[in-house]
């Protein structure tokens, strides 16, 4: 029943802490600001105003029995100002934020013969007041009615809460920076790099980051192993192939060129499935600030002198952009790509666009594409969809795909299948995180 409310809630960490410390807060100033001022404050002031009604009548009464002269001296033996005026006292005056005149005006309203009151400031309180057929103006101290600078209270609520948050945020800061740290490393090795990150912080915060420690060294050692394993296979496996190479050079042209046909074969498989399985691990260079049209630029010149023609929109220019990665597997995964169009596909177009955090490379081709129900088949290591590609176009064996797909989650992103909007055939967007 709260799903809507998730919509508008912070997604940081920091503001969500922030929000948790501080909704509690204010609404206790609200509950206090609405149970005290309102409750006291009003109380208040009406007793006080009570008082004064008291007054106002006992010298309505001596004007009327003794005279003016002798009410006057009445009213000021109570602290009240009582003038004689030719014409009723009409003005009407009170600030927007004097919540307190509020309460004083209906209380001096139950005196019939009081007219307009006025409330200019917070010193005094005027009123008019008649009496038979004469009209008084009646000056009263503010704080015979009301409580004096009742706003204090509310000033000082607020600034000690203000304070009083700030401070236990800059506590709760310290607290949840371990958390980020943690985050920051964890993200940094998704993509490949390797930062200092040491456990800090709270018992349960540094259990977690001692396991993410732990989980990263058996992960390295596992990829140190599986690449010293490859390494051991690859120079086992090529010295047998290329004494068979020598030995198939001794057989007849009949029955030489199909064996040396399958030999080539098991080479072209054994090299990809080794860029395939040391992909993940591979830090071969660190990573790098590079722009996309620079890179973009120099796949075209590499496909230039190999007589391919590479496709790039001049609608290129995308305003000041880096992505952090390595030059050398960004381009290898874009080659993959540009190498499955031109298996399949005649005319290649390859471009990329920014959005909000991420560069996205495309590289359309007009070849048979790939139909929606084999787009997860295609992304599958040594998976080979026969009857949407031609096989006889190339020697593939089901990796180019895959390896790209792995080098942009390295970096962040992923890797995305679709028909080509321009050229009919097969679209594949490439992810890459923008640098922050």
């Keep these: 029943m709260f799903n809507w409310i998730k919509r508008y809630m912070p997604k940081g960490l920091y503001w969500r802490a922030a929000l948790i410390l501080l909704f509690p807060v204010i609404l206790l100033q609200l509950i206090v600001s609405f149970v005290f001022i309102q409750r006291h404050f009003e109380g208040v002031t009406e007793q006080l105003t009570g008082g004064v009604l008291d007054d106002l009548r006992l010298i309505e009464r001596i004007v009327i029995t003794q005279g003016v002269e002798a009410a006057q001296e009445t ?3 109570l602290r009240i100002t009582l003038e004689p005026v030719a014409d009723a006292y009409r003005t009407e005056t009170r600030r927007f934020y004097d919540f307190s005149g509020i309460i004083v005006i ?3 309203r139950s005196i019939p013969s009081i007219g307009a009151i006025d409330l200019p400031d917070d010193n005094f309180v005027i009123a008019g007041l008649r009496i038979g057929d004469a ?7 503010r704080k015979r009615v009301s409580a004096s600078n009742p706003h204090q209270l509310i000033v000082n609520m ?3 809460g203000i304070l009083l948050s700030v401070i236990a945020f ?3 800061r310290n607290q949840l920076r371990p958390i980020t740290r943690l985050a920051r490393a964890a993200d940094a090795f998704g993509r490949g790099v390797h930062i200092p990150y040491r456990p800090s912080g709270a018992r349960e915060v540094r259990a977690a980051g001692q396991a993410f420690l732990d989980m990263r060294s058996r992960i390295e050692r596992h990829i140190e192993q599986r690449t010293l394993i490859l390494s051991g296979v690859s120079h086992d496996l090529r010295t047998p192939l290329t004494r068979l190479k020598l030995g198939l050079s001794f057989l007849s042209d009949a029955d030489r060129v199909p064996l040396e046909k399958d030999v080539e074969d098991m080479q072209v498989l054994l090299d990809e499935f080794l860029t395939f399985a040391k992909s993940l691990g591979d830090d071969s260079g660190a990573p790098e600030s590079i722009d996309p049209a620079d890179v973009i630029d120099a796949l075209r010149q590499d496909y ?10 001049d ?3 995308q305003g000041a952009v880096t992505i952090a990665a390595r030059p050398t597997a960004i381009k290898r995964a874009l080659e993959n790509l540009l190498n499955n169009a031109f298996r399949y596909g005649e005319t290649v177009l390859l471009r990329y666009e920014l959005t909000r955090d991420m560069v996205v490379f495309e590289v359309h081709d007009n070849g048979p594409g790939i139909p929606k129900d084999k787009v997860g088949d295609a992304l599958k ?4 969809l026969d009857p949407a590609r031609n096989q006889n176009k190339g020697a593939g064996v089901g990796l180019g795909l895959p390896i790209s797909e792995d080098i942009a989650r390295a970096h962040g992103g992923w890797l995305e299948l679709g028909p080509s909007p321009s050229l009919g055939g097969l679209l594949v967007r490439m992810y890459v995180a923008v640098e922050k």
């Excluded at 009209?135 to 101290?141: A, E, K, M, N, P």
């Excluded at 290591?381 to 080979?384: D, E, K, N, S, V």
């Design 75 to 77: 009213a000021q033996t």
């Design 304 to 313: 230039a002198r190999e007589g391919k023609v590479v496709h790039i929109p």
């Design 158 to 160: 607020v600034f000690f």
């Design 135 to 141: 009209d008084f103006r009646v000056t009263i101290l």
């Design 106 to 108: 209906h209380e001096l």
């Design 170 to 172: 800059l506590y709760l």
């Design 315 to 317: 609608v290129q220019q």
């Design 381 to 384: 290591p040594f998976h080979r």
